[in-house]
């Protein structure tokens, strides 16, 4: 049989459980009101990945795959093809002719940008990925890519920076700014 409860149980108790409850009514709400109210993502959030430029917007990926090979889910896919000295879309030999990622795959680990070589490949604070179908969560080499800044040119086309793919990635910087180019992080959309 079931003990009887005490006064405290019947009366005190419930009142104690909706204390809470009218404590809790007038503290700050902390609901987010997204997507009315975007904020911002803590700065190093693995958001969606960016395929990086160098200054004179040529690209920096050169179709290595170790970024696909690294990759835990199977989630990216890349062709590489040789640039030519009339078609020149990165410094060296090679660049990434078809790159994409499936997101339908990724979860976001971060080993592809902890596995590529020239920095080409890092994940920004950008989330809003969602999508209402299948197909358009492949982002393409064109959805990646970084956008041009002031200064860049979309390539092909010839290096503005150096002769060799060492002014790139010994010299980078100080080319840059010898020539004028803006500092990429900072710099401004065309
Ligand atoms: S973040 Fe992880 S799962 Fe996503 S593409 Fe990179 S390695 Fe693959
Ligand atoms: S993103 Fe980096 S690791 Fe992936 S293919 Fe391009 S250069 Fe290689």
């Known amino acids: 049989m079931a003990e009887a409860k005490t006064l405290k149980e019947q009366f005190w108790?419930?009142?104690a459980g909706f204390g809470v409850t009218f404590r809790t009514m007038f503290k700050?709400?902390?609901?987010?009101?997204?997507?009315?109210?975007?904020?911002?993502?803590?700065?190093?959030?693995?958001?969606r990945h960016q395929l990086?430029?160098?200054?004179?917007?040529?690209?920096?990926?050169?179709?290595?795959?170790?970024c696909a090979w690294a990759c835990p889910a199977d989630a990216i896919y890349v062709e590489g093809a040789d640039n030519t000295e009339d078609a020149r879309?990165?410094?060296?030999e090679r660049y990434g002719r078809v790159y994409q990622i499936n997101y339908l795959r990724c979860i976001f680990c971060g080993l592809c940008i902890e596995a590529c070589p020239t920095r080409s490949l890092t994940m920004i604070n950008?989330?809003?990925?969602?999508?209402?179908?299948r197909q358009?969560?492949?982002?393409?080499?064109?959805?990646?890519?970084?956008?041009?800044?002031?200064?860049?040119?979309?390539?092909?086309?010839?290096?503005?920076?150096?002769?060799?793919?060492?002014?790139?990635?010994?010299?980078?910087p100080r080319l840059a700014r010898k020539w004028g180019y803006p500092d990429p992080v900072k710099g401004e959309v065309k």
């Open 52 to 66: 990086n430029r160098w200054p004179d917007g040529l690209e920096k990926c050169i179709g290595c795959e170790l």
């Open 89 to 92: 879309f990165s410094p060296g």
């Open 13 to 15: 108790d419930p009142v």
């Open 136 to 172: 358009d969560l492949i982002w393409t080499k064109e959805d990646l890519l970084a956008p041009l800044l002031r200064g860049m040119e979309q390539p092909p086309h010839p290096m503005r920076l150096g002769d060799t793919e060492q002014d790139y990635y010994v010299d980078a």
């Open 126 to 133: 950008e989330y809003e990925i969602a999508n209402d179908n």
């Open 28 to 47: 700050k709400v902390v609901t987010e009101q997204y997507p009315f109210e975007k904020l911002p993502t803590a700065p190093r959030f693995h958001g």
